[in-house]
């Protein structure tokens, strides 16, 4: 009898669950495959982690590694030492990786080491700014992936440019969208108490956004004036959390609503009901062109140009008045219909599954 393929997920982010979400469950229908759930543990708290793992139904993993927090190269050790082990113990045929987090470079640099074939979901997206650190993630990870799994035609260029073979490169959509369709319906049913009637919606966590003192205040600044014209919501990521006790007088505010970090329904909820997004997460730039909401994303470039091309998102730099003259723009004229890319369409990780389960 031939025996099962063993393939091993490993996520440790937040943005990691909803992408992995969607693969664990299409692979469930293929009896050749048997599955494993690594969680580094790069993302601890009940806010950034348990939360997830009960809505989106994913289940417990099989190991947690535990790293927790630290310097980079602190965090990516200990992903491979504690990873390593893993292998060591229950040999697995592929090894998949999401995204563009510490958990994913680390995770493909010992599979690749040991000879287990790698498969990276969401290859190919490039910001071309390698002070980014999710940057070197992704050129590292693409490098060593047997399987590059794509979500638009854009990363499939980058990759070709890159001198990666096509024969590994499979262009599938975006598994962050397949778990937003199959969400989306519960989250229009999801209460959250007090939600004003139109309202902007802002997270920002980047270290480019959040590390720098003087760059933080001005934005805050910026969310403090604009709530004196519309409510603005603002659920903080610990790291950005860290840093707000030297600006309280700023974030005084009365219409300027500081949240601790919400679970994924709640915050598709405010997501699809936001008269403005502003951000500079990746995933929400998509996001927000799936639900054709209007998007400011307060960096200098994205890895994911199709949401600007096709979609709602707006890059406005690090620039206040750019912002906020786009964001001027936004809320007073109606914004034409936007296009929804190419396989964004709920099933990526269907074609996913169909390439990983083949022999
Ligand atoms: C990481 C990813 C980033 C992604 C983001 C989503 C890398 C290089 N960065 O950034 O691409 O957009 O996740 O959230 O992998 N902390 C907690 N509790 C937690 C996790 C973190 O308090 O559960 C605090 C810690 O003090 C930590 C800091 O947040 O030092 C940053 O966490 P870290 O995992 O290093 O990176 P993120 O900023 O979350």
Not at 46 to 57: I, N, T
Not at 159 to 179: F, P, Q, Y
Request: charged letters at 20%; proline letters at 6%; a negative charge.
């Amino acid at each position: 009898m031939k025996s099962q393929k063993h393939v091993v997920h490993v996520v440790g982010a937040r943005p990691n669950f909803m992408k992995a979400a969607p693969l664990l469950l299409a692979l469930r229908g293929f009896p050749g495959v048997r599955q494993s759930l690594v969680h580094t543990g790069q993302h601890y708290d009940a806010l950034m982690s348990d939360v997830f793992f009960r809505q989106l139904e994913i289940p417990a993993p099989d190991a947690n590694l535990n790293v927790g927090s630290g310097t980079h190269t602190q965090q990516t050790a200990a992903i491979m030492t504690g990873f390593e082990k893993f292998v060591g113990q229950d040999r697995p045929s592929i090894v998949v990786v999401f995204g563009d987090v510490n958990s994913t470079v680390a995770a493909a640099m010992v599979a690749a080491k040991e000879g287990i074939p790698v498969a990276h979901v969401e290859a190919g997206l490039r910001s071309f700014d390698r002070s980014m650190p999710e940057e070197i993630n992704r050129l590292l990870t693409d490098q060593l992936s047997d399987l590059l799994f794509t979500p638009s035609a854009d990363a499939d260029e980058n990759l070709a440019r890159e001198g990666i073979s096509s024969d590994k490169v499979h262009l599938v959509g975006n598994v962050m969208i397949d778990t937003l369709v199959r969400m989306l319906p519960l989250a229009q049913k999801a209460t959250i108490p007090d939600l004003p009637e139109r309202f902007i919606l802002g997270t920002f966590h980047r270290a480019a956004n959040v590390d720098d003192a003087g760059w933080l205040e001005s934005l805050l600044k910026m969310l403090a004036d604009l709530s004196h014209e519309i409510a603005v919501l603002f659920p903080v990521h610990p790291r950005t959390r860290q840093r707000l006790s030297a600006f309280t007088d700023v974030l005084a505010a009365p219409n300027l609503r500081l949240m601790d970090p919400l679970p994924y329904l709640e915050f598709l909820s405010l997501q699809s009901r936001a008269a403005v997004v502003l951000t500079d997460s990746g995933g929400i730039q998509e996001e927000t062109t799936y639900l054709g909401v209007p998007c400011i994303t307060v960096r200098d470039n994205t890895e994911r140009p199709i949401t600007v091309t096709m979609g709602t998102n707006h890059l406005a730099g690090r620039d206040i008045l750019k912002v906020k003259a786009v964001l001027d723009d936004l809320l007073k004229t109606p914004q034409s219909p936007k296009q929804v890319p190419p396989l964004w369409d709920g099933r990526a990780a269907e074609r996913i599954a169909k390439i990983l389960a083949r022999d």
